[in-house]
């Protein structure tokens, strides 16, 4: 390829977005730009993937923790759209609110359990750039540890990898610390409520 095929192909990848280095290294891994080859030869035909969370079923549980609350909701399919980053009012201007005040106002809204967390560990290309400077929260499921005090799990940034950690529902929570609802516009498989 020659610098103004190069050139092209760079000036594409910046008009449909969303092509960041990561994707690019795996773009240039192994046959993946043969797959794109003979799809764009008509070989072989590419379809939308089906990234459905299933948030009825049982979620996650570290070792010696219980659940404390689940809210199980219908399967929803995975879009970028699907989330908003809710963040109460006592939240923000610098200020801070205790976790368990927290879940309480959270009980207006369609907050997700720690089964949509668990889906986009194992589907990290699929979590917003932006998040990267946050805690994202899933308050719709709640573990009790073995000495009986509640969490909730979080999603993050560290370093050069997803992870998920918890905190205690004793701490506060500002602005950087939003909770992962369910975005007015869109609804489950059928559905448009979570239970």
Wanted: glycine share 8%; hydrophobic share 40%.
């Amino acid at each position: 390829m020659g610098v103004g095929q190069a050139h092209e192909l760079e000036m594409a990848m910046n008009r449909v977005g969303k092509w960041d280095a990561a994707l690019v290294k795996q773009l240039s891994t192994g046959d993946n730009l043969a797959w794109v080859r003979n799809v764009l030869k008509g070989i072989w035909e590419a379809k939308e993937a089906n990234h459905v969370i299933d948030c009825c079923a049982d979620p996650f549980l570290p070792e010696g923790w219980k659940v404390e609350e689940h809210q199980k909701g219908v399967p929803i399919k995975w879009t970028e759209s699907l989330v908003t980053l809710y963040i109460a009012d006592d939240q923000k201007d610098g200020k801070w609110m205790k976790g368990d005040v927290l879940r309480e106002v959270l009980k207006s809204q369609r907050v997700l359990n720690a089964n949509v967390l668990d889906f986009l560990l194992k589907h990290p290309e699929l979590i917003p750039e932006e998040w990267k400077t946050q805690r994202v929260y899933f308050w719709g499921t709640i573990y009790r540890d073995s000495d009986g005090d509640l969490y909730v799990r979080f999603l993050c940034w560290y370093g050069d990898g997803w992870f998920w950690r918890y905190d205690w529902l004793g701490v506060d929570w500002g602005v950087s610390y939003p909770a992962a609802v369910l975005a007015s516009s869109h609804c489950g498989l059928g559905h448009c409520v979570l239970n």
